[in-house]
Structure formats: C-alpha cells, structure tokens
C-alpha cells in the first residue's frame, strides 16, 4: 500500500495540475469570422457579400475605441465600412449588431419595414451618438450607418468561431486603438475582406495573403473563410467550429449565397460583356472559376443559433463538445461543435450546456 505521506503528495500533485488545467482553459477564449450573405439591389451588382469579425473578450468602449470586456458582456462585432463618418471601422455589441435591441430576449420572430427602421432609429439616438450629428444613414446602392444595427433583418450570417488566447487579443486591442482610424475603403484592394485578412494574420501570422488566384487578387468572404477552414485541418488546435445565424424573416427576400469574383462574374450577365469586349479575358474568368472559384467553405447544414444560443460564440473551446442533436438541432443547436461539422445525429444532450445556459439567462 502506498504511505500517507505519498498520498498526499500525488494528491497536491492532482490538485495542482487541475488548478493549471482551469487556468489555461480560462485564459482561452473565442473570435469568430462573420461572413454575410448579399442581400438587395447591390447583393445583386457584387454578391461576393460582406465580413466582419467577432471578439469575445473584445467590447467597445466607443464605437471607435476597444476595451476589454467585463464579466458578463457579450463581445463585439468589428467591421470594416464605406460612408461611417469618415472612419475606416466601427466597433458594435454583438446583440445590436444583429438584432437592433439591447437585450436578446427583444430579438423579434418575424419584422416588417417600419418595425425595422423603428429598432434601428431608436438604437441610433441612444447609443450612436458618439459618430456626430448627419451621419448618412445608407440607401439602395451604398450603405451607411444603418450597417451597424439589425443585421441579421437583411441576411444570412456563417459565423466560422475560433480559439484565442489573451495576448493575442490585446494585441489586436492595441493595433485598433493606436492606429488612425480614417477611411480609405477601395472595393477591390482595401474593403471589408482586406480588414478582416489583416486582422487575422494577428492570430495567424503569414497566413493570409492577397493572391491573383483566385479573385483576380481581389479579397473577398468567401476566400478568407476558405482559408480559414483549411489552416484549421492542419491546425486542429484553433478548434475552428462553423455556425449559422438565420436571416429574421418578414422584412426582405431571403439573402443569397457568397460568391467569389470569377463565380460572381460567370454566373450573372457580366460574362456576356466580357466575352464581347475581349474573348481572352473571359477565357481566363472561366478558367479561374472552374479550378479556383467554387471553393467551399460553409459545412452542409452547420448548427444553427437563435438569438438565446449567441453564447455558443463566446463558450471556450474543449469544455462542451456535443449538445442535442438530430432533426431539431439542425434548426437549433446550442452545441460549442468543436470541428468544421455540425454534431453526429443521435448524440446525447451534456449537461453542461443547461448550466451555461442558466449563467446566461
């Protein structure tokens, strides 16, 4: 039999080792890339759509300054935008951002126009103030403030989550609050894509690059999500995890999928110009969206979260692997999925989820 004194010392051993488990899983916490879905007359003209990217432990302390988050905040959204005051990115929290309420519990089934504008013009004057008086609110080809708040009222959202640690997310804190923050958006060297692959390259470095191909070097959502999705093969330890935040229904037509630039061009009546104008330069469209262009990077029927799962987003990677699943978790998924798929039909419901869920309500 082992002695007393040996007991003790493996149990202090056993104790101590846990107490560092809890540390680092703690100090770990979670982004996500948001890629949206084109929506309207200009998802018509461009349907490569619009990114964004989500903190976790980042909040904003003004729409244009970052802190870290308190204990019981949600995180936020940071995006790159065009026509925002003059700033090259804006800072939203994550319930505003997609819903235009302050509290998820608002988060309405179903809208129509003027409930939307009503959400929205409220959330502007009580909170969006910080971006100065006649800040243009957006119409039918360029947008405007109105980007901000009630974003899932327009489109689909993939949320393509991540694990982060501390350092990592002061040092984007640190870059954001320190650089200018003035607009010098470009549509095809400089837009929304380009600001999600440098921030990015702080959590992966060299990883995200702007190549010709695909995209005749243009950045787009659906490339960066790409890329993500395959350095999360090799990198299993970022625990990439794909979700999808629905479309709110009543307001617009349902969005329509991402596209790259070659598929963008292909598929709609651009291609019948091009191939007029110069018969090469289509050739190598084509060829460019066969070998490169039709890329996947969204799962097949990936988990799905409805305003009260949001939490998932910011779960720590490792502590819940698997949620109820089958016919109903494909339309509600509380599950922190660690992989690219959503959870195997037929896996039991961990209670750790009903606890998380109590510690949100």
């Known amino acids: 039999m082992l002695s007393t004194r040996r007991l003790r010392t493996m149990a202090l051993a056993l104790t101590i080792l846990a107490l560092m488990g809890g540390s680092a899983r703690s100090s770990h916490a979670q982004a996500a890339v948001l890629m949206e879905q084109p929506y309207g007359f200009f998802g018509v003209l461009n349907p490569t759509g619009h990114i964004a990217m989500y903190f976790a432990r980042i909040c904003a302390e003004t729409p244009v300054k970052l802190r870290r988050c308190e204990p019981g905040e949600q995180g936020t959204v940071i995006a790159r935008y065009q026509g925002i005051a003059g700033y090259d990115w804006v800072a939203m929290p994550l319930i505003p951002y997609l819903y235009s309420v302050e509290n998820r519990s608002e988060a309405p089934a179903k809208v129509d126009k003027e409930m939307v504008r009503r959400m929205r013009d409220r959330y502007h004057e009580d909170h969006l103030g910080y971006l100065g008086e006649g800040v243009f609110e957006g119409n039918i080809v360029r947008g405007g403030w109105t980007q901000l708040v009630g974003v899932a009222y327009e489109r689909r959202t993939y949320a393509f989550r991540f694990a982060t640690t501390e350092e990592q997310d002061d040092a984007v804190i640190q870059r954001l609050n320190t650089r200018a923050n003035r607009s010098n958006f470009n549509l095809v060297y400089n837009n929304c894509a380009d600001f999600a692959r440098t921030v990015l390259n702080v959590y992966f470095p060299r990883t995200f690059r702007r ?58 009546g651009y291609a019948v110009p091009i191939f007029l104008i110069n018969p090469y330069i289509a050739g190598g469209l084509f060829l460019d969206y066969v070998t490169r262009g039709r890329f996947p990077s969204v799962p097949e029927n990936p988990p799905v979260l409805s305003p009260d799962e949001l939490f998932t987003l910011q779960l720590s990677t490792g502590i819940i692997h698997t949620a109820a699943a089958g016919p109903v978790a494909q339309e509600s998924s509380s599950a922190a999925t660690i992989a690219v798929q959503p959870a195997p039909a037929g896996a039991l419901p961990n209670p750790a989820v009903k606890e998380i869920e109590a510690e949100h309500e």
């Open 211 to 268: 190549n010709f191909f695909p995209d005749a070097g243009m950045t787009t959502p659906k490339q960066i999500t790409y890329k993500l999705t395959r350095y999360s093969r090799k990198h299993p330890e970022i625990h990439l995890a794909v979700f999808a935040i629905p479309q709110v229904p009543g307001y617009r037509h349902m969005s329509g999928s991402n596209k790259s630039v070659s598929a963008s061009l292909m598929t709609t």
